[in-house]
């Protein structure tokens, strides 16, 4: 077994305290991730006008799904690694780390080439406004420029959080961050590039986080160094990270695109009604990121203990990550809904009626988040098990399922839709999915126990 170098010891002490000391980075970093978005969204409505937001934000669903899809695999890459770390196998941390990147890499390029011949099939498909598709197409063909380079570095994060660091991921971030902010300032500002500035700063610092996270990997000294002469798909572990990151990552996609249908009604209210949206996706984004955040954690404590087998000490992770996460959800959105209309008017300082659109959504996706974190931390940890196809499965029905029959029979019994009204179908989707899962959790969990008990 190799030497424990984590910066957080997942497998001893007390679970809160262990917990939220892991989780912190990893919350700062997501706050960053949405603080850097935030300001491109600020420099983009206030010097490119509401236009050029509305194209950022009519693409938001496409590009939201296609990021998903692959942080859920991700998340398989994070339990593979974290099982292997809790077991001390230091070869099969090794096998994990140089399958991972390498198979980032390849979908990453094969999904920069998908996305260009897609991006105006689906912009037409969501019916986006004439003034706005054509710079969301060309939005979505220079975003997805960064793909290979967003996927090594989620992967690569990935493995170097499951062995209990997740300060350098936030390190990472905050450079390339940093760097993203002052080349929007200078790309749409000083250059007046708008869409194309917006996005062009992102290709580039996507690309910078991914050189960091080699070189850190590189400089190792432990079973995280990345050799390139490694970089080789191992059967036994590709087929765990697709069993366990595959359904996860379908998962993340599925409920990113379940905002389709919505983004479709958002759409055939008008310009300023995308507008409004897109600026309420940076409220509600700040509460999601959270609970993202705990969810990653609670995978990777539950993973961790499962590969060293402490089952009961699983249980704890489970109750202590719901407690954490559910209070944060609920202060957060309290703290949005209240200061709704003073936030949204940042984005939007000239667009007073972008910004009521926009309140609407925020009154009733962020006062709620409490109920998805909830559903959050159960599916992590059911992830953390290496259980993903049910939750998978559960969301496909309970979500999407619920999302699209609602929009559609909405739409259809009513003259004039609201964003509230469009919305609601948030809280009442995730509920239904908690009581499914609620009902499975423990036949489920039972049984992956007792079989590696029995081995």
Known sequence: MFKKRTSVDMLHGPVMKQLFLFSVPLILTNWLQMLFSSADSMIVGKWAGSAA???????????MTVIMLFAGMAAGVSVCAANDYGAGDERGLEDTLHTSLLLSFLIGIFVLFL????????????????????????????????MPAQLVYSFGSAVIRATGNSRHPLIFLAISGFLNLLLNMLFVIAFHWDVTGVAAATVITQYLSAVLVIQFLIRQKSPCTLHLKKLVLKKEKLQKIIRIGLPAGLQSAILASSDMPLQFAVNSLGSLAV??????????????????????GCTVFTGQNAGARLFSRMKHVLRDSMI??????????????????????????????????GASRVS?????????????????SLRGYGISTAPAVITLIGIVGFRYAWVAAYMSITEQPTMFGLYLSFPLA????IAVTALLYGRITRKVRDKALAA
């Not at 003034?131 to 063909?141: A, C, G, M, Q, T």
């Not at 209070?327 to 949204?344: E, N, T, Y």
């Not at 995730?430 to 999915?433: G, T």
Request: aromatic share 12%; glycine share 6%.
């Open 53 to 63: 937001l509305a194209a950022v934000g009519a693409s938001f669903p496409f590009v």
């Open 115 to 146: 996305g260009r011949f897609l991006a105006r099939p689906l912009m037409n498909l969501l019916s986006t406004p004439d003034d706005v598709i054509d710079n969301s197409v060309l939005y979505i063909k220079i975003y997805f420029l960064c």
């Open 430 to 433: 995730w509920l239904v999915c």
């Open 324 to 357: 954490l996460t559910f209070s944060l959800a609920l202060i957060m959105g309290l703290v949005g809904f209240i200061f709704r209309h003073q936030i949204l008017g940042l984005f939007l300082p000239n667009a007073a009626e972008a910004v009521v659109f």
């Open 275 to 296: 507008s409004g949206n897109a600026a309420a996706l940076n409220i509600d984004g700040a509460v999601f990121t959270t609970i993202d955040a705990m969810c990653t």
């Open 364 to 380: 009733i996706v962020s006062t709620t988040c409490f109920i998805y974190a909830i559903l959050g931390i159960l599916n992590a």
